[in-house]
């Protein structure tokens, strides 16, 4: 009898502590599930008159690129600020515009500067992996300030999402065409957004469209970026937000292959929404494809139910609008129009 009771007695205290710490460790993950929802990064202090900018170019050379470089100095002094040109900007080191230190060092230069209030890329291309590792990001993150770009500077706005700062997905300086009333919405909302006007669009609606409203931080940007940073820690993580991609110059097949590379890692398991921008010059392979892009991208994506929005002019085309990076939106899609609110 009494090691019977015992028996019973050890049973039920074995019971309670399972339930216990299994009511603890459910806890604890609904926590971190919560923080990782609730992480709000630091927004950069908004520009005003008198602000200074700084020109870098921590990816591809700007061989014969002066005149699109003074254009951007131009048009910030038309919009009461300033602007600095670094150092090695114009250097060449084959591909790049100037060796990893130089380009590291002049957008190291920057990031630590309190008198700089924003840093605009130059151009993308390819180059700023390369020197993510030598950047010290502490005095930025003391001070931050807003970093702009997009395509290759993908790799740099992942790295400053992972430190806790916003950035912004908009137009470089090689991206002013000599009659800029050619892209005047993309510099608008670039200068507005630079200077805290409210942001939100209103976008074309499309058959593809994948119908739902959601809100969270918008991450992302070019897709081939995206990918090369999985597995590394600039990797994004996606839990509870909504991502943006666009691309350039890919073969379908290829597009396919870097999304279900992301899905087999688990990138969209907690993913709220996706926006897709501009799928600009796409490459002809000898077996075709079969579909279009937008169908390729919803076959992708078909195991998720969060909403997809096709048709963001943002990307590798003249109209490409400014993107606020780690920012909250409010994402509603429909066929016959979606809506992107920034908070």
């Known amino acids: 009898m009494y090691i019977y009771i015992m028996s019973k007695n050890l049973l039920i205290l ?18 971190i599930a919560n923080e990782k929802q609730n992480n709000t990064l630091k927004q950069p202090p908004y520009l005003k008159t008198g602000d200074t900018v700084a020109i870098v170019a921590p990816s591809g050379i700007l061989k ?8 951007a100095q131009a048009l910030l002094k038309r919009w009461g600020l300033h602007s600095v040109v670094g150092k090695h900007v114009f250097s060449e080191a084959d591909h790049f515009a100037g060796t990893d230190d130089e380009r590291c060092e ?28 030598k950047l010290d990001y502490s005095k930025f993150k003391q001070n931050p300030k807003w970093l702009i770009g997009y395509s290759d500077i993908t790799a740099l706005q992942n790295q400053i999402h992972n430190e806790g700062v916003e950035s912004l997905h908009a137009i470089m300086c090689v991206s002013l065409p000599k009659d ?15 200077f805290g006007n409210p942001l939100s669009y209103t976008l074309k609606g499309s058959s593809y469209n994948k119908t739902g409203t959601t ?37 379908k097949y290829h597009i396919d292959r870097m999304l279900q590379s ?15 921008g501009d799928m600009t010059k796409l490459r002809t392979n000898t077996t075709l494809w079969g579909t279009s892009v937008e169908q390729l991208i919803l076959d992708a994506l078909a195991d998720y139910d969060f ?31 979606s809506s992107v609110v920034f908070k």
């Open 14 to 31: 074995s019971l309670f502590c399972v339930v216990f710490f299994f009511g603890i460790e459910k806890s604890a993950s609904q926590n």
């Open 262 to 276: 992301l899905k087999r890692a688990g990138y969209f398991d907690n993913c709220k929404g996706v926006i897709v």
């Open 64 to 71: 014969n690129r002066t005149d699109e470089v003074q254009q």
């Open 307 to 337: 909403p997809i929005a096709f048709n963001m002019p943002a990307g590798h085309e003249k109209d490409n609008r400014a993107l606020i990076l780690g920012r909250t939106v409010k994402l509603t899609v429909d066929s016959k129009q």
């Open 215 to 251: 809100s969270g931080q918008l991450v992302g940007g070019n897709l081939t970026m995206l990918h090369t940073m999985l597995g590394s820690k600039t990797s994004i993580d996606t839990f509870g937000k909504i991502l943006f991609i666009e691309e350039i110059g890919e073969y």
């Open 180 to 194: 800029e009333s050619e892209i005047e919405a993309s510099i608008s909302t670039l200068k507005n957004t630079l």
């Open 106 to 133: 002049d957008l190291q230069n920057a990031l630590d500067n309190p008198k700089i209030s924003a840093i605009w890329c130059a151009r993308g291309g390819y180059g700023t992996v390369r020197i993510l590792d």
